[in-house]
């Protein structure tokens, strides 16, 4: 491991900013899996409670204090809109939202970590983690031109609407209006984009540099051996529910 | 802007790019480069002028190996060698390890959304070792004084330090020769600076560089040479010396923007202020548009009497575009007063009464073809009057013509027409331009400029931010510069 | 020359970033229809359908732009990876998207890329990897119905779960996603000649 003099001099996968541990992206991707596998099982409320309050204490030693506050809260109001105000309003409200929200309830361990993921890493870091995991350039590439297109999307969206305020548009075509321009744009872009990324060499066959300078430590093994412990131990006497 | 007369000659090397009797036919036959010889030298910069659609961005492409790579309907014969590659034959990405492009769109140049990743791209392609490109992106972030780019995330960047990034990721590749395809296109004037200096020091470092630009005077003092392109031929070559000796009717004769700092940023038409007229037509009192927890600019007080034409400059991050948005009632918040015709209108309301070109046009035509934009700002209706109307104001701005192409076929001046048709059709009589001539050539900034000046003759009154002082002098009655809000 | 660059087979670094591109319009489409999708059990369960029909622009204008295999698997693995990173897709979704992209791969290989008939299909078939999203009420049928009893929610609600999560309904998704799939190709296609064709982009 290297010396934190050495860090300071760094430019590329700098981490500042951390809290108590900071996981290789992969082990957090590890975890993802293991809490997916466990969502369609049979927990009781006792193991479920335990599984949040362990993902958010994960997410605090990560550094995401407000984030582990959020979900350990946001999980207290779910259970309570399910168990208490869904059966006692009952009628259209239940009828709507109580299959979707049994649905987050059940994937609710997968939101935490997937949140904490995203949060704690850069695209870049993701994507580098994804290559060390073998996942093939021609998907890794696309995956960080969609992520990087989002915010393009979001101000080109904008003006649009925009642009639409300030015209007489009949309801009928207003989708039309919007479409059109948004997937002109997205055309462009895509044409200067691949332009001026092929110029800079990304079609090169070699092997790209680890920028992140990833590593799995101690503290990756135990989380994962943490993980995967926690999925047996759901499986052999999760409880009935 | 303080600008040395002359950068101090270097002795060049050996040449780094030949063109041998190039030339380009488009897929209809039409020639785009008609037998152009081109020798750069290591070490030399070199500019490509002319007007918009003589060849200069095309000579550029068979450097960079656009052409043939991304032109696949243009036809090249002739021969191109650079760095001893032949970019028709060789790969990209083996070029790429030679030959650094910046292009005109900072929004659609970058691939990560942080800048230090984006910096280490190009090497990280290559396999580069990371100690090795962090080395080398730090030689380039102390040559190009450009610490600001470290650390940031490339969405929260202006268009100019986006601009900046790109050049710097190029630098940090460190290529043999840097093609810049009107670099400054989107630029504001501090950027426009920021990118100048920037270049001079890649050039001090003996770097090559080729720059085809319409703003002469972004690179007119760092050059070692200019020539002149004209319908795909290069026609003329010019010492800096005898670039920045060129009278003005000499320059405009060869379609060229002003050369020298002086003459492309001076501004000579009245300061607007306010007064009581009450026909004007539009009046701001104490206006400013308010965002999360304070005025974005100081509050303006100004009229402008109707038919009359308001520019707008400002430094980059004043708020100019958002001056433009809280006229035309697009902003959540603001404060004050704005009168149309005499009379204060809310701000809803001002949406019906104010049309707005935006920068990028493309965002506001929605129909398939020109007609059917029109009949849209009509409200469909295409009886008798409607269809008259509609054929005298495209006839007046020369676009008839083009009745059945599509929006998006047209060129970026007839789409700013188009929009500027449909906003007199609709009946608005206010109407914003929010940065008309970013990247335009002198025929081209003319061209908008009459156009403004229609519109004035029409009884229409103009309000248009600009950072080109040429233009605005051109076009404008007043002009005011807005200021941060302290 | 110019021949062997643009018509290489596989995938090049330019056709990575052209189909990034409209993979990002497809997933905000997607991303969309599946938040509308929780205010009710029935949109769930139609929300493939309703994203099939809508999502037809950029997946047929991708296909257009890259006439290559892998292009829809990477407009079906991007989104699921996205999904999965975010914690918001269960595993099913992701082996669901998987085979239905290979269908669609072949579909669009035997039709030789070009065809419209074959990339419509091949758009409908596309469709079924949403299907994964609702799986989960059939799939894990008994630990939906007893969570929700033991959160306290009366019997009749369980009958309207039961009418909703009975096989027949599989059946309908199904067969409104491929329907969906391709009216919504069917609709790319009028965009196309209308717009995109004219300005000359497709």
């Known amino acids: 491991m290297r010396t934190s003099e050495t860090d300071a001099r760094r430019i590329l996968g700098v981490r500042k900013g951390k809290g108590l541990i900071d996981p290789d992206p992969r082990t957090l991707m590890g975890v993802l899996v293991a809490v997916s596998v466990t969502a369609f099982m049979g927990k009781s409320i006792e193991s479920e409670l335990l599984l949040v309050l362990t993902a958010s204490v994960l997410q605090a030693l990560c550094g995401h204090v407000r984030m582990a506050v959020g979900f350990a809260v946001l999980y207290a109001a779910l259970w309570a809109v399910l168990n208490v105000v869904l059966p006692g309003v009952g009628g259209v409200a239940a009828t709507m939202f109580t299959i979707s929200l049994t649905f987050a309830r059940k994937i609710y361990l997968c939101l935490m970590v997937g949140t904490l993921l995203v949060r704690d890493n850069t695209v870049h870091r993701i994507a580098s983690a994804l290559a060390k995991l073998r996942v093939p350039q021609t998907v890794l590439i696309p995956l960080t031109v969609t992520m990087r297109y989002f915010p393009t999307l979001k101000e080109e969206a904008a003006h649009i609407r925009d642009a639409m305020a300030l015209r007489d548009i009949p309801a009928a075509s207003r989708l039309e209006c919007f479409a059109v321009p948004l997937v002109m744009s997205a055309t462009s872009t895509a044409e200067e984009l691949s332009r001026a ?3 800079r060499g990304i079609e090169n066959p070699t092997p790209s540099t680890d920028t992140e300078r990833l590593s799995m430590r101690a503290s990756d093994w135990a989380i994962l051996s943490a993980a995967a412990a926690a999925v047996a131990a759901v499986a052999l006497w999760g409880g009935a529910v | ?109 970058f691939f990560n959304l942080t800048s230090n990743d984006e910096l280490a791209f190009g090497l990280e392609s290559r ?360 | 020359m110019s021949e062997t660059h643009s018509a290489s087979r596989g995938l090049k670094g330019r056709d990575l970033i052209t189909v990034g591109i409209f993979t990002a319009l497809y997933f905000v489409i997607n991303f969309l229809f599946m938040l509308l999708s929780g205010l009710h059990p029935y949109l769930w369960v139609f929300m493939p359908a309703i994203d099939a029909l809508f999502a037809g622009i950029p997946f047929m204008l991708a296909c257009a732009k890259v006439p290559k295999f892998g292009t829809v698997l990477i407009i079906g693995m991007v989104p699921s990876l996205i999904y999965f990173i975010t914690g918001m897709f269960t595993p099913l979704i992701l082996g669901l998207m998987l085979a239905s992209c290979v269908v669609a791969e072949i579909i669009r290989a035997a039709t030789r890329y070009e065809s419209f008939a074959g990339n419509a299909v091949a758009y409908a078939v596309f469709g079924f990897g949403m299907c994964g999203s609702p799986l989960p009420l059939w799939a894990f049928h008994d630990s939906f119905v007893a969570q929700i009893a033991g959160q306290g929610m009366g019997a009749d609600y369980l009958t309207t779960l039961e009418t909703a999560a009975n096989p027949g309904m599989l059946v309908a998704m199904f067969a409104a996603t491929f329907v969906a799939g391709l009216i919504g190709a069917y609709i790319a296609r009028g965009m196309f000649k209308k717009h995109f064709v004219k300005a000359g982009l497709a």
């Open chain 1, 197 to 199: 990324a092929t110029c």
């Open chain 2, 127 to 486: 396999g580069i070792p990371v100690s090795e490109i962090e080395a080398r992106i730090r030689t380039t972030v102390e040559a190009l004084d450009a610490r600001r780019l470290l650390g940031r995330n490339v969405t929260e960047m202006s268009g100019g330090e986006r601009q900046s990034l790109v050049f710097a990721s190029v630098d940090v590749a460190r290529p043999d020769v840097y093609v810049l395809d009107e670099p400054t296109a989107n630029l504001d004037t501090t950027a426009v600076q920021r990118l100048h200096d920037e270049a001079r020091s890649v050039i001090a470092e003996g770097g090559t560089v080729i720059i085809a630009e319409h703003r002469l005077y972004f690179a007119s003092d760092l050059i070692d040479r200019a020539i002149l392109v004209e319908k795909g031929r290069i026609v003329r070559e010019f010492s800096p010396e005898e670039l920045l000796g060129l009278s003005s009717e000499e320059r405009e004769g060869m379609g060229l923007r002003a050369v020298g700092a002086g003459d492309a940023l001076d501004v000579c038409v009245p300061r607007a202020a306010m007064d009581n007229r009450t026909e004007a037509g539009l009046a701001l009192d104490d206006y400013t548009v308010v965002r999360g927890d304070g005025a974005v600019f100081a509050p303006l007080s100004v009229t402008v009497p109707a038919g009359g034409v308001l520019g707008v400059l400002g430094e980059n991050g004043t708020g100019k575009s958002t001056l433009l948005r809280g006229i035309a009632g697009l902003e959540r918040k603001d404060a004050g007063r704005v009168l149309v015709g005499g009379k204060q209108v809310a701000r809803r309301a001002r949406r019906r009464l104010v049309s707005l070109v935006m920068q990028d046009v493309n965002n506001q035509l929605f129909s398939d073809s020109v007609w059917n934009e029109c009949m849209l700002s009509l409200g469909g209706r295409e009886e008798g009057e409607a269809k008259e109307r509609a054929e005298a104001t495209l006839a007046s701005l020369d676009l008839l013509g083009a009745r059945d192409v599509h929006p998006m076929a047209l060129s970026g001046g007839q789409k700013q027409r188009l929009a500027v048709a449909c906003a007199l059709l609709s009946g608005r009589r206010l109407i914003l331009l929010d940065e008309p001539t970013s990247g335009l050539d002198l025929d081209h900034m003319k061209q908008v400029a009459s156009l403004v000046r229609d519109l004035s003759a029409k009884g229409a009154t103009v309000v248009l931010v600009t950072h080109d002082r040429e233009f605005l002098n051109r076009c404008c009655d007043s002009a005011l510069e807005l200021t941060r809000a302290g």
């Open chain 2, 1 to 109: 802007m303080e600008r040395v007369s002359h950068a101090p000659r270097r002795p060049l090397g050996e040449p780094v790019v030949r063109l041998e009797n190039v030339s380009c036919e488009a897929a209809g036959g039409r020639k785009i480069l008609d037998g152009i010889d081109l020798e750069v030298r290591r070490g030399e910069c070199l500019m490509l002028v002319g007007r918009s659609g003589s060849g200069k961005t095309t000579i550029t492409k068979c450097i960079n190996g656009l052409i043939p790579s991304f032109e696949p309907g243009i036809e090249m014969t002739g021969s191109v060698s650079v760095c001893g590659l032949d970019p028709g034959r060789c790969e990209m990405y083996e070029l790429a390890e030679r030959v650094g492009s910046v292009f005109q769109n900072p929004k659609s140049q």
